[in-house]
T-cell receptor, first 116, second 110 residues
Framework: NAGVTQTPKFRVLKTGQSMTLLCAQDMNHEYMYWYRQDPGMGLRLIHYSVGEGTTAKGEVPDGYNVSRLKKQNFLLGLESAAPSQTSVYFC???????????????FGPGTRLTVL | GQSLEQPSEVTAVEGAIVQINCTYQTSGFYGLSWYQQHDGGAPTFLSYNALDGLEETGRFSSFLSRSDSYGYLLLQELQMKDSASYFCAADTGTASKLTFGTGTRLQVTL
């Protein structure tokens, strides 16, 4: 199993350009998440999905859109990139809670995005 | 709002024990998780406490007190490879969403 994969690993954009980050998981997880992490900071939730065809806003959704057309994929789009979106983006997935005991999230390796 | 506070940095000697504290203030709380992140790497899950008390997993233990809105991660027999950032994260229940603290950078020295 590859777990959670993200493409691309690195990207440099100019202000105003658009791009899509792809996240894929092969663990048949229901829940998927997109986070951003800025230097010296914790992770902040951008958007999440509780299943195929569903998306919801997280803590910092402005400037981003997402889609989950297939259960295994979760796409994050930046329509018009801004320097404030320079960050490391992590995707994660999680199975449905089992008895409320463990809610482990499995993270991808991250995408390092720079917006000039 | 949601907030989790933890110390920004901790330094300890190899072989020692270190405790990383986390206090939280969240609306809706189901449990507290801990994640480890090495520089340039992805966060990896360490532990989850849904109930008050101590959970032990090898050299790592995690504690939760709901009445005090407080938890900690205890690392024993520190090794150089434990040098990393450690994040506490509150499970707010909906879709197992997590709200992360800003992280504690642990430096293990000889």
């Amino acid at each position: 199993n590859a777990g959670v994969t993200q493409t691309p690993k690195f990207r440099v954009l100019k202000t105003g350009q658009s791009m899509t980050l792809l996240c894929a998981q092969d663990m048949n997880h229901e829940y998927m998440y997109w986070y951003r992490q800025d230097p010296g900071m914790g992770l902040r939730l951008i958007h999440y999905s509780v299943g195929e065809g569903t998306t919801a806003k997280g803590e910092v959704p402005d400037g981003y859109n997402v889609s989950r057309l297939k259960k295994q994929n979760f796409l994050l789009g930046l329509e018009s990139a801004a320097p404030s979106q320079t960050s490391v983006y992590f995707c994660a997935s999680s199975p449905l809670p089992s008895g409320g005991v463990n809610n482990e999230q499995f993270f991808g390796p991250g995408t390092r995005l720079t917006v000039l | 709002g949601q907030s989790l506070e933890q110390p920004s940095e901790v330094t300890a000697v190899e072989g020692a024990i270190v405790q990383i504290n986390c206090t939280y203030q969240t609306s809706g709380f189901y449990g507290l998780s801990w994640y480890q992140q090495h520089d340039g790497g992805a966060p990896t899950f360490l532990s989850y406490n849904a109930l008050d008390g101590l959970e032990e997993t090898g050299r790592f233990s995690s504690f939760l007190s709901r009445s005090d809105s407080y938890g900690y991660l205890l690392l024993q027999e520190l090794q150089m490879k434990d040098s990393a950032s450690y994040f506490c994260a509150a499970d707010t229940g909906t879709a197992s969403k997590l709200t992360f603290g800003t992280g504690t950078r642990l430096q293990v020295t000889l």
